[in-house]
């Protein structure tokens, strides 16, 4: 009788020290911050040109002019194959090496 009473005051002690705990636990709650006045900016729509513009990528991949050799292209510029289907013109590409694999 006596073993049966102390394991049924352990098992509450037990779950009285998690209820404690559980209470520490829990995150402090934040003071609300002051409401500040905000102006509403409106936004633009961009154009479906302007969309279209800014997946193209970054300047390396920007359509230059048409290129037979390296000496058609300005100053850091390479006459690279710019596709990989039959018929594609070369183009002038700011590269340092043209892409094995465009």
Request: charge should be neutral; proline fraction near 9%; include cysteine.
């Amino acid at each position: 009788m006596r073993t049966s009473c102390f394991r049924i005051f352990l098992l509450t002690a037990l779950c009285a020290l998690f209820a404690v705990a559980m209470s520490f636990a829990q995150a402090p709650q934040a003071a609300a911050a002051p409401q500040a006045t905000t102006v509403a900016v409106p936004q633009v729509v961009p154009s479906v040109a302007q969309f279209l513009a800014t997946l193209s990528g970054d300047s390396s991949d920007t359509v230059g002019q048409i290129c037979h050799t390296n000496a058609d292209c300005g100053p850091h510029e390479l006459c690279c194959y710019p596709c990989g289907i039959p018929d594609c013109n070369f183009i002038c590409k700011r590269v340092k090496v043209c892409p094995a694999i465009p």
